[in-house]
């Protein structure tokens, strides 16, 4: 079945450096893939969503580029900031139709250090 | 900005007790889920549903039913809780199936 690989459990960053982290998928059919940012005591919520015409999502300085080659979907920021900490989640769905879900990864704990 | 009301949000329970969570969306979309966080599992979907009526499995559903009374309304049932049902419960809403979730604030359960 389709699944969401994240490779990094805790990430711990510098205010200034960049950030990547890491997300790789496996699914059958076309799919659109997701990030989700969760702040302490928040919900998730949407952050990137990929398109189906290769262009690259961007918000709030984070991007993310779909790679079907290599079943991909990382996400980057070129600065961190502190407002950053937060736990992010790649997400996957099916190319849409009745019963299609989103399937999550396991999620990746940024924090942000002066 | 996409409404979804949870409820309640803090709950404790016994083992063995009975529970539901309730969850009332106002922005007409079709789709509906209950998620369960946990720390080093991430969400994990226990159930869904396309319309009032319909449910679907989803990836954890033992020992949780859930129905769609209506459009607005999906609630998630414990019949008999267990402390390994201990956990934050996430109530989201999407439009179609697969697209963007809208999350509630969430519940967390406690089951002693």
């Known amino acids: 079945g389709d699944s969401v690989t994240q490779t990094e459990g805790l990430v711990t960053l510098t205010e200034g450096l960049p950030v990547m982290l890491n997300c790789t998928y496996q699914?059958?059919?076309?799919?659109?893939l997701f990030w989700y940012v969760q702040h302490l005591n928040e919900a998730p919520k949407l952050l990137l969503k990929s398109f189906t015409d290769n262009k690259r999502p961007e918000h709030q300085g984070f991007h993310a580029t779909l790679h079907k080659s290599s079943s991909s979907f990382h996400l980057q920021k070129s600065s961190a900031q502190l407002s950053d900490s937060a736990l992010y989640y790649c997400a996957l769905s099916e190319d849409g139709g009745t019963g299609s879900k989103l399937s999550f990864g396991k999620g990746a704990k940024l924090t942000v250090s002066p | 900005e996409a409404a979804v009301t949870q409820s309640p949000r803090n709950k404790v329970t016994v083992t063995g007790g009975n529970v539901t969570l309730s969850c009332r969306q106002t922005n007409s979309h079709n789709y509906m889920y209950w998620y369960r966080q946990d720390t080093g599992h991430g969400l994990r979907l226990i159930h869904y549903?396309?319309?009032?009526?319909?449910?679907q499995i989803g990836d954890v559903p033992d020992g949780y039913k859930a129905t769609r009374t209506t459009q607005e309304d999906f609630f998630l049932l414990l019949e008999l809780a267990s402390p390994s049902q201990t956990s934050l419960y996430f109530c989201?809403?999407?439009?179609?199936?697969?697209?963007?979730?809208?999350f509630g604030a969430g519940t967390r359960l406690s089951v002693l």
């Open positions: 989201a809403s999407s439009d179609r199936g697969g697209d963007t979730l809208y």
């Open positions: 699914s059958t059919y076309s799919p659109f």
């Open positions: 549903s396309y319309g009032a009526g319909n449910l």
